[in-house]
């Protein structure tokens, strides 16, 4: 049998690149201020951690001054870990604001949020300004740079962080785990899916 | 039939389905200004029996916009991850209570939101948060707003429809609209509503 036509192919080529361009809907609370780096590799990284193991304790220095360790929520809460590639980019931008109006699909689940990325403070502090008030916490993974990030295994060979989330339970072991293309949103659903399956 | 003529059909099939889809995104390098026709696209009917009510929808799973039953359309792109749009989203339904306690405009204004990037759960979640009271669609794959010319949210588009099926945007904007009232007497005023002509 013979190979299919280049022109075909070609043809098919444009028909895939078309559908798969990555629309962005950048919210003009940000006004001009997004950087838009363009389309990147999907996934850039190796996961070193597995859902049914312990997650790995880290510290970070929080927006707002303070030092949250994952491990003060052991026995108390559930965690979900929102990691976000770079601040002032059109898809992170748009993923915090979305959590930041369902605290109580969090809370139904008994579980806490940690925004984190590889961002120093003072930026962080001026980009979430933009988003309003943010009912969980933000923390800086700048310096060493990218170590929790690298622990998990999401960060990607240019220094900033898979789009990734992350949820652990009360016995600190890792119960799901989601690196998802880094161009795209995921979908909240997915996120309150996981949390849902948390109390079976 | 030949393997020539069926890469030769599969070829043109794949061009058409090309073309079919650079169509309906319109591939818009804006948003519709005044003066434009909306982009064609095509939204499925929402499952609500308020909505369709409210639309004046009949049957049919997919409709244009120019198909609902009113002079005056609305158009609100938004997300429900967009701050500026969560931070609106009260003085937005305030807009729709205006409208349906005014007789003379009840029926003639109708405002539906178009949620870019927005799944069905996460526009379920939008109405559901701040109590949306008018219809709200997802446009989860982005098709509506590029067809919208990508613009950035909330963005208000004002759709007059005519008793002959035609219709012209009359308002176009980016960002906030300044308050219920004053949004609502600028819609009158371009519109053309307040010269009488209703549908």
């Known amino acids: 049998m013979r190979r299919p036509g280049i022109g075909m192919i070609i043809l098919l080529s444009i028909s895939i690149a078309l559908m798969s361009t990555t629309a962005l809907a950048r919210s003009e609370a940000f006004k001009n201020n997004i950087y838009n780096p363009g389309h990147l590799k999907p996934v850039d990284s190796t996961l070193k951690v597995k859902v049914g193991e312990p997650a790995p304790d880290f510290t970070l220095l929080a927006i707002a001054g303070n030092q949250i360790t994952l491990s003060q929520f052991r026995g108390k809460k559930n965690v979900v870990l929102s990691f976000v590639p770079a601040a002032w980019t059109p898809v992170c931008s748009d993923q915090w604001p979305g959590y930041n109006i369902v605290k109580d699909l969090f809370d139904t689940h008994d579980a806490v949020l940690l925004g984190i990325t590889v961002d120093n403070i003072p930026t962080l502090f001026a980009w979430t300004n933009q988003m309003g008030e943010l009912w969980f916490p933000v923390l800086s993974d700048f310096w060493p740079h990218g170590a929790v990030a690298d622990t998990y295994g999401v960060l990607r060979s240019d220094g900033i962080s898979e789009r990734a989330i992350f ?21 909240l659903e997915g996120l309150v899916g996981a949390l849902e399956k948390l109390r079976r | 039939m030949s393997y020539t003529s069926k890469t030769i059909r599969m070829a043109t099939l794949a061009m058409a389905y090309s073309l079919a889809f650079l169509a309906t995104l319109s591939f818009a390098t804006g948003p519709p200004q005044k003066g434009d026709v909306l982009p064609n696209i095509s939204i ?50 305030r807009l729709y ?55 950035r949210t909330p963005y208000f588009i004002g759709v007059r429809i005519n008793a002959d099926g035609t219709h012209q945007v009359f308002y176009s904007k980016l960002g906030g609209f300044g308050g219920a009232e004053q949004f609502l007497q600028s819609v009158v005023q371009l519109s053309g509503l307040n010269k009488g002509g209703a549908q």
């Not at chain 1, 949820?167 to 979908?187: A, E, F, H, L, S």
């Not at chain 2, 916009?65 to 005056?72: F, G, H, S």
Request: aromatic share 12%; glycine share 10%.
């Open chain 2, 44 to 93: 499925p009917v929402t499952p609500r029996d308020a909505d369709k009510d409210y639309l004046g929808l009949k049957g049919g799973e997919f409709f244009k916009i120019p198909q609902i039953k009113a002079t005056v359309v609305i158009i609100e792109i938004f997300s429900m991850y967009c701050p500026y749009c969560q931070r609106e989203a009260p003085e937005v339904s």
């Open chain 2, 97 to 151: 209570t205006l409208i349906e306690n005014n007789p003379a405009l009840k029926g003639k204004i109708k405002l539906i939101g178009l949620g870019a990037g927005n799944t069905k759960f996460e526009v379920e979640v939008f109405r559901k948060n701040y109590t949306v009271p008018f219809p709200l669609f997802p446009d989860e794959d982005f098709a509506f707003h590029k067809g919208f010319g990508e613009v």
């Open chain 1, 167 to 187: 949820i652990i339970d009360k016995g600190g072991i890792i119960r799901y785990i989601n690196v998802g293309d880094i161009n795209i949103r995921p979908p």
